[in-house]
């Protein structure tokens, strides 16, 4: 620009020249007058040419330029004048003097012209910069302008913008979301119709604390979406001025924190679970150590009336007694043995659950073993009428805790009992080898039991409801420590029933071969 | 044979002398630890029917005491206790002490392991 501007010049000057050198052609001064002109034009334009690169950002090229034509100007001003009186003064002169004068005068009038192009080159110059740094704030400003539109806009945080009396005039695209409505169904509303309805007196507070100190830092307030559902945020404002300074409202950044909420309650739930679970260990410990004292209490009265009721009935002569006396101790003896049972039975179910009972293995002769007690059970079962029937398999050996599995079977043997026909009944014990284990079992052709009450069977305190057979006695403890003692010793049990059809209850111990 | 119950429940102490009386044994019973221990210092019995749960001076003192007195080999100790035998822990359980039966029990049982320490030497 700066070069063209100068080529611009150089050719009105030319022209100028032209027009001069057709009045004062072949005169020798005029040639010495433009190889003047075109060595200053060439000077100058050098000048300029070096100054270029900093030129342009220089900010007191302005004020030079100025300050140089403002001289310029006051100086051909005075040049012009004082020539002019110099001119008329001279008149008289002889008329080669005033052809000096008049070449003179010339010459300063170009170099005043030439000073005050470059001035104006100067001006010119200086305004590049200018528009230029113009430019870059403009586009500055719009930069800055869409970041905080952006910011503002798009943010994952939630935005609001409401007026001094608390009327929402803008929010963000997250706010408008998360509570489920259109930025036209937010904008003009309250902010209270945005708040939980138990909040409504925390964001009043919050609000008169705004207006009251211009900050609002972190408050917990929950919201209340489109949809009613609430939520929990933190709220955070701050003033909003326009550009006069006068408070129009503020902007308030709300954070969602549901998820953080969530978490919380999370932790909070697990400390409730971790305390109330040691409360319950606990209260375990404390149950544990009532049943032992418990049972320990009963068991020692009981002592007392059983030996006594032993001496009664086995030990003294039972002449001084009359047969119904006999009968009522027999009766008191019988029910005593019971309640120790029941007691027993109590603990070793309390000494399966925590793992506390111990097993004393031996090897034994199973077959032996069954036959051992068919033959302890037979009177009994003659006595009630029962065909009795043992069908264990032959030369059956087992390494494992004897007195526990002579517990399991008494008590599969006398629960059928309870249960078969008065007449006509039948149990049936056996062991049979099957896949390195020992399968023992116990049949009847009792009532059987309905099978959603099966799998109940097993657990702890729970009686299969008798009403329509013959009532069964006991505390629902007996297969629960027969099945708690069949898996301590490795083993598992099962039962096969059918209403009406009979009862089979399955167990089996592993043979444990390699112990040999 | 000269027999001494140490219980501090009295209707043991006088079940267990009525019976082993009847049975034409002489027994000897105290509901006192204590003086369990002296009357075992001072007279030899061929079987002692102890307690464990007693009140200041237990069953376990009581053997304890025997032990230190180097007096514990000398007897023919039945621990009688309603505690689950799995929970009876004594210490140096073979001096002294032939039989560990739970309460309740048979008297039967009892007399018949009474008298089987008669045999023991």
């Given at each position: 620009m700066?070069?063209?501007?100068?080529?611009?010049?150089?050719?009105?000057?030319?022209?100028?020249?032209?027009?001069?050198?057709?009045?004062?052609?072949g005169?020798?001064?005029?040639?010495?007058?433009?190889?003047?002109?075109?060595i200053?034009?060439?000077?100058?334009?050098?000048r300029?040419?070096?100054?270029?690169?900093?030129?342009?950002?220089m900010?007191?090229?302005?004020?030079i330029?100025?300050?140089?034509?403002?001289?310029?100007?006051?100086?051909?001003?005075?040049?012009?004048?004082?020539?002019?009186q110099?001119?008329?003064?001279a008149?008289?002169?002889?008329?080669?003097?005033?052809k000096?004068?008049?070449?003179?005068?010339h010459?300063?009038?170009?170099?005043?012209?030439?000073?005050?192009?470059?001035?104006?080159?100067?001006?010119?110059?200086?305004?590049?910069?200018m528009?230029?740094s113009l430019r870059?704030?403009?586009?500055?400003?719009?930069?800055?302008?869409?970041?905080?539109?952006d910011?503002y806009?798009?943010?994952?945080?939630?935005?609001r913008?409401i007026s001094?009396?608390g009327i929402?005039?803008?929010?963000?695209?997250s706010y408008?979301?998360?509570?489920?409505?259109?930025?036209e169904?937010?904008?003009g509303?309250?902010?209270?119709?945005?708040t939980a309805?138990?909040?409504?007196e925390?964001?009043?507070d919050?609000?008169e604390?705004w207006k009251?100190?211009?900050?609002v830092k972190?408050?917990?307030?929950?919201?209340?979406?489109?949809?009613?559902?609430?939520l929990?945020t933190l709220?955070?404002?701050?003033?909003?001025?326009?550009?006069?300074q006068?408070?129009?409202?503020?902007?308030?950044?709300?954070?969602?924190?549901s998820?953080?909420?969530?978490a919380?309650?999370?932790?909070e739930?697990?400390?409730?679970?971790e305390?109330?679970?040691?409360?319950?260990?606990?209260?375990?410990?404390?149950k544990?150590?009532?049943t032992?004292?418990?049972?320990?209490?009963?068991?020692?009265?009981?002592?007392?009336?059983?030996?006594?009721?032993?001496m009664l009935?086995?030990?003294?002569s039972?002449?001084?007694?009359?047969?119904?006396q006999?009968?009522?101790?027999?009766?008191?003896?019988?029910?005593s043995?019971k309640?120790?049972?029941?007691?027993?039975?109590l603990?070793?179910?309390?000494?399966?659950?925590?793992?506390?009972?111990?097993?004393d293995?031996?090897?034994f002769d199973?077959?032996e073993?069954?036959?051992?007690?068919?033959?302890?059970?037979?009177?009994?079962?003659q006595?009630?009428?029962?065909?009795?029937?043992?069908?264990?398999?032959?030369?059956l050996i087992?390494?494992?805790?004897?007195?526990?599995?002579r517990?399991?079977?008494?008590?599969?043997?006398?629960?059928?009992?309870d249960?078969?026909?008065v007449?006509?009944g039948?149990?049936?014990?056996?062991?049979r080898?099957k896949?390195e284990?020992?399968?023992?079992?116990?049949?009847?052709n009792?009532?059987?039991?309905p099978?959603?009450?099966?799998e109940?069977?097993?657990?702890k305190?729970?009686?299969?409801?008798?009403?329509?057979?013959?009532?069964?006695?006991?505390?629902?403890?007996?297969?629960?420590?027969?099945?708690g003692?069949?898996?301590?010793?490795?083993?598992?049990?099962?039962?096969e029933s059918?209403?009406?059809?009979?009862?089979?209850?399955?167990?089996?111990?592993?043979e444990?071969?390699n112990?040999? | 044979?000269?027999?001494?119950?140490?219980?501090?429940?009295?209707?043991?102490?006088?079940?267990?002398?009525?019976f082993?009386?009847?049975?034409?044994?002489?027994c000897i019973?105290?509901?006192?630890?204590?003086?369990?221990?002296s009357?075992?210092?001072?007279?030899?019995?061929?079987?002692?029917?102890?307690?464990?749960?007693?009140?200041?001076?237990?069953?376990k003192?009581?053997?304890?005491?025997?032990?230190k007195?180097?007096?514990?080999?000398n007897?023919?100790i039945?621990v009688?206790?309603?505690?689950p035998l799995?929970?009876?822990?004594?210490?140096?359980h073979?001096?002294g002490i032939c039989?560990a039966?739970?309460?309740?029990c048979?008297?039967?049982f009892?007399l018949k392991?009474?008298?089987?320490?008669?045999?023991v030497?």
């Open positions: 700066l070069s063209s501007i100068l080529k611009s010049c150089t050719a009105t000057l030319g022209q100028r020249e032209k027009t001069k050198q057709k009045d004062k052609k005169s020798d001064f005029e040639k010495k007058r433009r190889l003047h002109v075109s200053l034009l060439k000077i100058t334009m050098n300029f040419a070096k100054r270029l690169p900093w030129l342009d950002d900010k007191i090229v302005p004020k330029s100025i300050m140089f034509s403002v001289f310029s100007l006051v100086i051909s001003s005075v040049g012009y004048v004082s020539l002019n110099l001119s008329n003064a008149e008289p002169i002889t008329a080669d003097s005033e000096l004068l008049t070449n003179t005068t010459i300063i009038i170009i170099y005043v012209l030439i000073f005050t192009l470059v001035t104006i080159c100067f001006l010119v110059l200086s305004f590049k910069p528009i230029n870059k704030s403009q586009e500055l400003h719009s930069r800055s302008q869409k970041v905080y539109q910011l806009e798009n943010s994952p945080a939630l935005y913008t001094t009396d929402i005039v803008n929010c963000n695209k408008a979301e998360r509570l489920g409505y259109t930025k169904e937010i904008i509303k309250s902010i209270f119709n945005h309805d138990n909040d409504i925390a964001m009043r919050s609000f604390t009251r100190t211009g900050m972190n408050r917990e307030i929950w919201l209340k979406a489109k949809n009613g559902a609430i929990p709220i955070s404002a701050s003033n909003l001025y326009d550009e006069n006068r408070l129009i409202g503020s902007n308030t950044i709300i954070e969602d924190i998820e953080i909420y969530e919380r309650k999370k932790i739930r697990q400390a409730i679970l305390l109330q679970f040691t409360e319950l260990k606990k209260m375990e410990k404390l544990d150590e009532f032992s004292m418990i049972t320990h209490e009963l068991k020692t009265p009981l002592f007392p009336i059983l030996g006594y009721c032993e009935i086995k030990h003294v039972s002449n001084n007694l009359t047969s119904e006999q009968k009522m101790i027999k009766e008191i003896y019988k029910n043995n309640m120790h049972r029941r007691i027993r039975d603990l070793t179910a309390q000494k399966l659950e925590m793992g506390r009972m111990k097993f293995k031996i090897k199973v077959t073993f069954m036959i051992e007690i068919y033959r302890e059970y037979l009177p009994l079962m006595e009630k009428q029962v065909d009795f029937v043992n069908s264990s398999e032959e030369k087992l390494i494992s805790d004897k007195h526990r599995i517990q399991i079977i008494d008590n599969l043997v006398l629960n059928s009992t249960f078969i026909p007449k006509q039948r149990i049936e014990i056996s062991a080898s896949d284990m020992i399968v023992f079992y116990v049949k009847d009792g009532i059987g039991i099978k959603d009450q099966q109940l069977l097993f657990h305190f729970y009686q299969v409801d008798t009403s329509l057979g013959r009532k069964h006695g006991g505390n629902g403890l007996g297969l629960a420590i027969c099945k003692i069949t898996v301590g010793l490795g083993g598992r049990m099962w039962m059918e209403e009406g059809n009979g009862t089979t209850f399955y167990f089996s111990i592993p444990s071969r112990m040999d | 044979m000269k027999i001494l119950v140490v219980d501090d429940n009295n209707s043991v102490t006088e079940l267990l002398s009525q082993f009386k009847l049975k034409g044994h002489d019973a105290t509901n006192d630890g204590k003086d369990g221990l009357l075992c210092f001072n007279t030899k019995f061929d079987a002692i029917i102890l307690d464990l749960a007693m009140p200041e001076f237990t069953g003192d009581f053997i304890d005491s025997l032990i007195e180097g007096k514990i080999k007897q023919k039945i009688l206790t309603a505690m799995g929970d009876v822990i004594i210490e140096d073979y001096h039989e039966i739970q309460k309740p048979d008297l039967a009892l392991t009474v008298e089987s320490l008669d045999v030497v």
